[in-house]
């Protein structure tokens, strides 16, 4: 019905406009500014292949660095063949579950692609078929991809853990806070996901069967409720966190030692 409602001037050929006159443009707009920001810089920090470890700081754009030519060599499952920057490795894997997340498909959906741009405008495509097609298709790979976030989560965990060993021995840096906040943010935002949220409780038909489940199902709910915020918040953390460990590798800033 909103659709319908939107449609001027039907049956002499001009082109559907909307009858909103506020400032709808201006979250597409916004989205687009953020997003772009992200891949430009990720894209740009992967292509470097320089100034991701600053010890023992690691960067989450190049872990686990599995690349014989790593700089600080996590595991060596790719030898000396692999002669690009270590980071196309393992980045494409935790860029699959962002984009095939429920809520960036909205945000790209509406920013980039205008399908639609906001309530109460058209599409800029007239025909419509949804996720059946290809490409779109492949969105539904979002459920396994999780699995592959939970595994990332992990080892980041693991580097944060790192963090904590210093060449002289235990202590907290300016890095270390960066780095932790940078996992706990991705846990908020990989945990408070849809298809978490479903594989704890979703396909459940009776819960009072299940209570344990369903405390589990209703905790993720509510952490649900802000997934785009976590969502922002840990695209934001993840990119400030690589940013870090190159300025300090770069000797550009020095990491103040806290403890």
């Excluded at 494409?92 to 498909?105: E, S």
């Excluded at 939970?150 to 965990?157: A, D, K, S, Y």
């Excluded at 649900?224 to 922002?232: M, V, Y």
Aim: charged share 15%.
């Amino acid at each position: 019905m909103a659709r319908d409602a939107v449609h001027t001037r039907q049956g002499q050929g001009a082109r559907p406009q909307g009858l909103r006159t506020d400032g709808w443009w201006i979250q597409p707009a916004v989205t687009v500014l953020g997003l772009g920001t992200f891949i430009v810089y990720s894209t740009w920090a992967a292509f470097q292949n320089g100034f991701y470890f600053a010890d023992p700081y690691l960067s989450p754009f190049y872990s686990p660095c599995i690349a014989a030519n790593c700089e600080h060599l996590t595991v060596q499952l790719v030898g000396s063949w692999w002669t690009w920057s270590p980071a196309f490795l393992i980045l494409w894997a935790p860029g699959i579950f962002r984009l095939t997340c429920y809520y960036y498909r909205k945000a790209y959906y509406r920013s980039f692609w205008w399908a639609p741009p906001a309530c109460a405008i058209p599409d800029a495509r007239r025909g419509y078929d949804g996720e059946t097609s290809f490409p779109l298709i492949f969105q539904n790979i979002h459920r396994y991809t999780f699995y592959v976030a939970v595994l990332f989560i992990g080892i980041l965990t693991w580097d944060a853990l790192l963090a904590l060993r210093f060449p002289d021995g235990f202590g907290i840096g300016v890095g270390t806070i960066v780095l932790w906040t940078n996992v706990v943010l991705l846990a908020l935002y990989t945990f408070s996901c849809h298809s978490c949220r479903h594989l704890c409780g979703g396909h459940v038909d009776i819960f009072s069967g299940a209570p344990t489940r369903y405390r589990i199902w209703h905790r993720l709910s509510r952490l649900n409720e802000r997934h785009a915020l976590f969502a922002w918040l840990s695209l934001t953390s993840v990119g400030l966190a690589d940013l870090y460990v190159r300025l300090v590798a770069m000797g550009i800033i020095r990491d103040v030692r806290l403890l």
